[in-house]
C-alpha cells in the first residue's frame, strides 16, 4: 500500500479523481446490492445500473446527515461483507455534540487507516528510532494515569508501523496542566502528540515556568482546530513545528499537512472521496468556505455516502509542493463554534487570545455566545482580574469582532472538556440564526 501512496501522491487532480470513481463504482454496485437501505436511495436520486458516474450525477444523492445515520443504525450495515474485506469492527463516536454515532467497519478499511497514518510519519521525516509521547483521552478512564502515565515498549500498533521503532509513553488528559508539564519534561520525548486545546494550555504553562524538554523535534496536533496563535506560540516557547492532522472518528484520516507547506492540508483521496460544498449543495472554489461532506471509499460494511462530518472548512488552491492531492487551508469547526450577528451574519470568532497573557494572568478561556448581543467569556485565572484588567481585556477583544457585543466575565476553576476530551475556545448557544 505504501508503494501505491507514494506514487498516488503525485498523480495529476484528473487522475487522482478517476480512480477515485472507479473505486466509487465499486462501492455505489455493493451498496446497492446488499443494502436496501441504499438500494431505495440510490434509486430515488436517479441512480441505475450502466449510467455515467460523474460529479454532475454523484452531486445528485442527498447529503446524509448525522441524525440520519443514528436513525437508520443497522439499516445502513451490508449483508453481505465481500470475504477480502475480513472481520467488521466497531467504532462508537463520542458524542461530543451530543449526537454519538455507531459505525462499523471492516480490516481492509483498517488496514488503509494503518498505511495513511504511516504515510503521515514519512511525510514529517519523524526518526522512528525516537521516543513518541502522547496526552489524550482514552477509552478506558484507568489507562495512563497521572503522575506516571504508562511506558509502552514501541510507538504503537505493528500493523501500522511493520519495523521496529523506539519506545513511547502515554499520559490520560485527567491529568493537570502542571502534571502534564512534569511528565513531559521527566520523559523528555522526541515527538509529542495531543489536541490543539491541551496543547496551547501545555505550552504557555511551560514558557511561563521556563520548561523546555530539551529533545522535542515536533508535535502532532489532532481531531480539533489548530488556531494559528498556536503554532506561533509553540514555536516560540519550545522551537519546534506542529504537523496538524484532519480526521474525524468514523471515518479516520482525511487530510494530512503537506511536508512542504504547513497551512496546507492534503485530502486523502486514494480513500476518501472528500467534497466542500456551498449552501446551495454546489462544489467551492479555492478561497471558498463549506460543510465537509464525506465517503470513505473503501468500508463496505456499513458505507456512508455522501456522509456530513458538521465540519467547515475552506479550500485551497494546487500546492506547489507538486502532489496532484486536493488541498484544504483551515478546517474551521463546526457550526457551533460560529459568532451569529443580529443580521444573520456568521463568522468564525477569533479574540486575539494571543494577548492575553500580556493583559491578565489568564490560564484558559472559553467565550459562549449566549444571545445576539451578548457574550460570556468563562476565564480560569491565577488571581481574580482587577476592573481595569477586565476593562482592557474587553476592549482588546472587541477590536477582535465584526459588532460590539456586550461581553460580561465569570470565573471558573478549570474550563471543562467535551467527552470527546476536547476544549473549545467559542460555542454558539444560538440555535435559530435571524435570515439574512
Known amino acids: 500500500m505504501q508503494h501505491r501512496l507514494q506514487d498516488s501522491q503525485w498523480w495529476r487532480p484528473e487522475r487522482l479523481r478517476q480512480a477515485q470513481f472507479e473505486q466509487l463504482k465499486a462501492l455505489l454496485r455493493h451498496a446497492a446490492a446488499t443494502i436496501p437501505f441504499y438500494a431505495e436511495r440510490l434509486q430515488q436520486a436517479g441512480f441505475h445500473r450502466g449510467m455515467v458516474l460523474d460529479e454532475a450525477s454523484w452531486s445528485q444523492l442527498p447529503v446524509l446527515t448525522r441524525p440520519e445515520v443514528q436513525a437508520a443504525g443497522n439499516k445502513l450495515l451490508s449483508k453481505d461483507l465481500p470475504e477480502h474485506h475480513g472481520r467488521r469492527h466497531e467504532i462508537r463516536t463520542s458524542g461530543s455534540t451530543g449526537q454519538p454515532v455507531r459505525i462499523v467497519t471492516s480490516d481492509l478499511a483498517q488496514t488503509w487507516f494503518r498505511a495513511v497514518g504511516l504515510r503521515e510519519a514519512l511525510w514529517q521525516q519523524r526518526d522512528f528510532s525516537g521516543f513518541f509521547a502522547v496526552i489524550r483521552k482514552f477509552e478506558r478512564s484507568d489507562m495512563a494515569l497521572p503522575p506516571d502515565g504508562e511506558d509502552l515498549p514501541r510507538w504503537g500498533d505493528q500493523r501500522t508501523y511493520p519495523f521496529p521503532t523506539g519506545k513511547a509513553a502515554r499520559l490520560s488528559l485527567l491529568a493537570s496542566v502542571a502534571q502534564q508539564a512534569d511528565w513531559l519534561m521527566r520523559k523528555n520525548p522526541h515527538y509529542l502528540l495531543t489536541y490543539p486545546s491541551n496543547l496551547a494550555a501545555l505550552a504557555q504553562y511551560c514558557g511561563d515556568a521556563g520548561m523546555r524538554p530539551s529533545n522535542l523535534r515536533q508535535v502532532l496536533s489532532i481531531a480539533e482546530l489548530l488556531p494559528p496563535e498556536t503554532r506561533t506560540l509553540v514555536r516560540e516557547t519550545w522551537g519546534v513545528s506542529i504537523a496538524d492532522v484532519y480526521s474525524c472518528k468514523e471515518i479516520g484520516y482525511l487530510a494530512l499537512q503537506c511536508p512542504a507547506r504547513e497551512n496546507h492540508l492534503h485530502v486523502q483521496s486514494e480513500t476518501v472521496l472528500l467534497e466542500v460544498l456551498d449552501e446551495q449543495g454546489r462544489a467551492c472554489r479555492p478561497g471558498e468556505v463549506g460543510r465537509v461532506v464525506v465517503t470513505p471509499l473503501f468500508n463496505f ?62 490560564r484558559q478561556h472559553q467565550f459562549v455566545q449566549k444571545s445576539l448581543q451578548r457574550l460570556q467569556g468563562r476565564l480560569a485565572v491565577e488571581r481574580p482580574l482587577t476592573p481595569e484588567e477586565e476593562t482592557t481585556l474587553r476592549a482588546h477583544i472587541l477590536t477582535r469582532l465584526p459588532i460590539p457585543f456586550e461581553i460580561d466575565f465569570v470565573y471558573v476553576d478549570e474550563i471543562p472538556i467535551s467527552a470527546a476530551g476536547k476544549l473549545e475556545n467559542f460555542i454558539s448557544e444560538i440555535d435559530n440564526p435571524p435570515p439574512r
Not at 308 to 328: I, Q
Open 301 to 362: 460494511a456499513m458505507p456512508l455516502l455522501r456522509y456530513a462530518v458538521g465540519d467547515y472548512a475552506k479550500v485551497g488552491a494546487l500546492c506547489d509542493c507538486g502532489r496532484g492531492l486536493p488541498v484544504l487551508e483551515q478546517v474551521q469547526g463546526r457550526v457551533r463554534n460560529m459568532l451569529t450577528t443580529p443580521d444573520g451574519g456568521r463568522y468564525w470568532p477569533s479574540f486575539g487570545s494571543r494577548r492575553f497573557r500580556e493583559i491578565a494572568p489568564i
